[in-house]
T-cell receptor, first 117, second 116 residues
């Protein structure tokens, strides 16, 4: 079984530019999550998709961040325009369908490291 | 709100010695608790979880964790450390009764260094 794939593994951009991160979850996983780790701190929740619908986007920091999951398969996270504080590692994770609040284990990708200069 | 604290940024242990990585949590309801490990240039890998039942949970690579409800702790342990256990360890919690979704809340991570 292929794991969660993220692309690019590392992106270096200048402040004000746009970056799009992509996540391919495990096939058949309805739940897809985005998290990020900034400055070596906690891994923080950004948002949660169930299939193509946004279940919870309470962690999105501001409207410069846009996540999509068209067709309920892969997802993209766009940052436009990027700011210095957006630098960090963005993780994607997926899990099988289950009741809300369930004990499903999340499978994480290797992360996309974003550096904004 | 749910939260996790990992009080140690780094834990150093000699190979062959027992190791403990500490984690305390806070949730309004009952917790689901998880440990993940991150090796360099790799994603977070699941180690073990506590859902219900026995307080001592056994996981991958010889790791175990003990759920202590009174102390709201879920410390990760291993009887005999290996150099290959050196990595970044994250504790995470999800409120079993959280109707807002499946959001996991992570601690800040603890770097484990096992020296030969």
């Amino acid at each position: 079984e292929a794991g969660v794939t993220q692309f690019p593994s590392h992106s270096v951009i200048e402040k004000g530019q746009t970056v799009t991160l992509r996540c391919d979850p495990i096939s058949g996983h309805d739940n897809l999550y985005w998290y990020r780790r900034v400055m070596g701190k906690e891994i923080k929740f950004l948002l949660h998709f169930v299939k193509e619908s946004k279940q919870d986007e309470s962690g999105m920091p501001n409207n410069r961040f846009l996540a999509e999951r068209t067709g309920g398969t892969y997802s993209t996270l766009k940052v436009q325009p990027a700011e210095l504080e957006d630098s960090g590692v963005y993780f994607c994770a997926s899990s099988q369908g289950g009741r809300v609040g369930g004990a499903n284990v999340l499978t994480f990708g290797a992360g996309s490291r974003l550096t904004v200069l | 709100a749910q939260s996790v604290a990992q009080p140690e940024d780094q834990v150093n242990v000699a190979e062959g010695n027992p190791l403990t990585v500490k984690c305390t949590y806070s949730v309004s309801g009952n917790p689901y608790l998880f440990w993940y490990v991150q090796y360099p240039n790799r994603g977070l890998q699941f180690l073990l979880k506590y859902i219900t039942g026995d307080n001592l949970v056994k996981g991958s690579y010889g790791f175990e964790a003990e759920f202590n409800k009174s102390q709201t702790s879920f410390h990760l342990k291993k009887p005999s450390a290996l150099v290959s256990d050196s990595a970044l360890y994250f504790c995470a919690v999800r409120d079993m009764n959280n109707n807002a979704g499946n959001m996991l809340t992570f601690g800040g991570g603890t770097r484990l260094m096992v020296k030969p």
